[in-house]
């Protein structure tokens, strides 16, 4: 079966650096997602990697792994609005042959003044 | 603002009613999928339509039943459900069903049935 770990909870306090770490243990990986979702809204998209390293996009950094299938997602210079669910999402090859993101339970994130 | 919306965001209903969820999506994607959101669990991934074919049926039991007349427009029709089934219904669209394409998601249709 497939397998996509992720801690429940993380707080942090404003202006730190936090690291959500995401492990799995699927077939057929062709990629990885991170979304955020705020309470009551839509996941949004922030990150895909397919290639192990790091990808920088502002405050928000993504590393993956894929000889350990592990991946984390690295928030810098914290803000109040960062508090949100961060999800995980293994983009997988199904049954159809098509590849379809299977997300984890997610991560919720609150900073703190 | 996602591109995709859906309609209605809240609905409650009862046991034998039969309602409808509605998604539409105005980004030009041609594949779109139902997830069910629950306290404490994952996405669950439900259907996926390609170029207004299903594609996946992720074992939903038949009280849920999709629809997809075009690239742009994706319905859940419910009907005879359970209290479990009570979740945040999110609909969302991407460009293809490629490993590192992004899906845009809706707002969600939160369920409550009684």
């Known amino acids: 079966g497939q397998n996509i770990d992720q801690p429940t909870e993380m707080t942090a306090t404003e202006g730190a650096i936090v690291q959500i770490n995401c492990t799995y243990q699927?077939?057929?990986?062709?990629?990885l997602f991170w979304y955020q979702q705020h309470a009551g809204e839509a996941p949004t998209f922030l990150s895909y990697n397919v290639l192990d390293g790091l990808e920088e996009k502002g405050r928000f950094s993504s590393f993956l792994s894929r000889s350990k299938g592990y991946s984390y997602l690295l928030l810098k210079e914290l803000q109040m609005k960062d508090s949100a669910s961060y999800l995980c999402a293994v983009s997988l090859a199904s049954s159809g042959g098509s590849y379809i993101p299977t997300f984890g339970r997610g991560t919720s994130l609150i900073v703190h003044p | 603002e996602t591109g995709v919306t859906q309609t209605p965001r809240h609905l409650v209903m009862g046991m034998t009613n039969k309602k409808s969820l509605k998604c539409e999506q105005h980004?030009?994607?041609?594949?779109m999928y139902w997830y069910k959101q629950s306290a404490k669990k994952p996405l669950e991934l439900m259907f996926v339509?390609?170029?207004?074919?299903?594609?996946e049926n992720n074992s939903v039991p038949s009280r849920f039943s999709p629809e997809c007349p075009n690239s742009s427009h994706l319905f859940l029709h419910l009907h005879t459900l359970q209290p479990e089934d009570s979740a945040l219904y999110l609909c969302a669209s991407s460009a293809r069903l490629a490993g590192g394409d992004t899906q845009y998601f809706g707002p969600g249709t939160r369920l409550t049935v009684l």
């Open positions: 980004l030009g994607h041609n594949a």
């Open positions: 699927t077939s057929g990986f062709n990629g």
């Open positions: 339509y390609n170029f207004k074919e299903q594609t």
